[in-house]
């Protein structure tokens, strides 16, 4: 279980301070499927960098199975198990580096033990990519097959929770519904939870069973998903369910 426990983090900006994320709690099962949705700028990013470790809360905390993420032991046990899939996952590969290096590192960087060779073949196969793909660079890639190196690459340590930012704005839409489908595949069939972050909430309908809206730094509206889409009762809920684009009667 991963859980953000009273989150607040704010950031120096020129002169003054933003109140990036102000008393955030979140709490997500193994095998959960939860949507963050919000405007741009109401904190989304944050919250994932502070429940990867990635930045320490100024208060409150995280916990990991029940252990705080305080100390770089703790925070390096929980990256093996929660893994992340950045906002421009293709833009994220080194170009220099072949396939199989890049699956690789993490793999290295977090002394996982066993056979690594077997390790990337199979993060390979979850995102259905072959062996060929092994030897290619990131120019070698389609913007797809980029896309799944991308998640293959935060699969190969084996997590138990992937948290995705934004990993399907910006696709176009065929490219967009595979990655959706993929991520849905490894949430409904190997139990990965998932915490997915979107202003689209279309994909976050597919994908989560229940959705947290944020604004400026705080949730103001939670619950499951079809209950947020079909009676939003906070205006930026509305704002967002709006935006859907609705399919001509
Ligand atoms: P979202 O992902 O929902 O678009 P973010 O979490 O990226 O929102 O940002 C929330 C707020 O914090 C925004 O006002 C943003 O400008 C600010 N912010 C985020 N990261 C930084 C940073 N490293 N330095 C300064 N301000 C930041
Ligand atoms: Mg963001």
Same mark, same amino acid.
């Given at each position: 279980m991963l859980h953000g426990v009273g989150l607040t983090k704010s950031y120096r900006a020129g002169s003054g301070v933003v109140a990036a994320v102000r008393g955030i709690d979140l709490e997500m099962r193994e095998g959960e499927s939860v949507g963050l949705v919000g405007p741009s700028g109401s904190g989304k990013s944050t919250v994932l960098s502070?429940?990867?470790?990635?930045?320490?809360?100024?208060?409150?905390?995280?916990?990991?199975?029940?252990?705080?993420?305080?100390?770089?032991?703790?925070?390096?046990?929980a990256r093996q198990a929660v893994q992340y899939v950045p906002q421009d996952p293709a833009s994220s590969l080194d170009p220099r580096r072949t396939?199989?290096?890049?699956?690789?590192?993490?793999? #290295?960087?977090?002394?996982?033990? &066993?056979?690594? %060779?077997?390790? =990337?073949?199979? @993060?390979?196969?979850? *995102?259905?990519?072959?062996?060929?793909?092994?030897?290619? #660079?990131?120019?070698?890639?389609? &913007?797809?097959? %980029?896309?799944? =190196?991308?998640? @293959?690459?935060?699969? *190969?340590t084996g997590p138990r929770i992937l948290l995705a930012d934004e990993a399907v704005s910006g696709l176009d839409l065929p490219l967009r519904n595979q990655v959706l489908e993929l991520l849905k595949d490894l949430h409904v069939r190997a139990g990965l939870g998932l915490l997915f972050v979107s202003h689209d909430l279309t994909a976050v309908r597919l994908l989560c069973d229940r959705a947290l809206v944020l604004d400026h730094g705080q949730v103001v509206e939670q619950g499951p998903t079809d209950r947020l889409l079909q009676t939003p009762s906070h205006p930026v809920t509305q704002e967002l369910v709006d935006a859907v684009p609705r399919l001509p009667a």
């Amino acid at each position: 279980m991963l859980h953000g426990v009273g989150l607040t983090k704010s950031y120096r900006a020129g002169s003054g301070v933003v109140a990036a994320v102000r008393g955030i709690d979140l709490e997500m099962r193994e095998g959960e499927s939860v949507g963050l949705v919000g405007p741009s700028g109401s904190g989304k990013s944050t919250v994932l960098s502070l429940l990867l470790g990635l930045e320490r809360p100024d208060e409150g905390e995280v916990r990991f199975n029940g252990v705080p993420l305080t100390g770089r032991q703790e925070i390096r046990r929980a990256r093996q198990a929660v893994q992340y899939v950045p906002q421009d996952p293709a833009s994220s590969l080194d170009p220099r580096r072949t396939v199989e290096r890049q699956l690789q590192e993490p793999l #290295r960087r977090f002394r996982i033990p &066993g056979d690594h %060779a077997i390790l =990337v073949r199979d @993060a390979l196969e979850q *995102v259905d990519l072959g062996t060929e793909h092994l030897g290619r #660079r990131a120019h070698e890639l389609s &913007g797809g097959q %980029a896309q799944r =190196v991308a998640i @293959a690459r935060a699969l *190969v340590t084996g997590p138990r929770i992937l948290l995705a930012d934004e990993a399907v704005s910006g696709l176009d839409l065929p490219l967009r519904n595979q990655v959706l489908e993929l991520l849905k595949d490894l949430h409904v069939r190997a139990g990965l939870g998932l915490l997915f972050v979107s202003h689209d909430l279309t994909a976050v309908r597919l994908l989560c069973d229940r959705a947290l809206v944020l604004d400026h730094g705080q949730v103001v509206e939670q619950g499951p998903t079809d209950r947020l889409l079909q009676t939003p009762s906070h205006p930026v809920t509305q704002e967002l369910v709006d935006a859907v684009p609705r399919l001509p009667a």
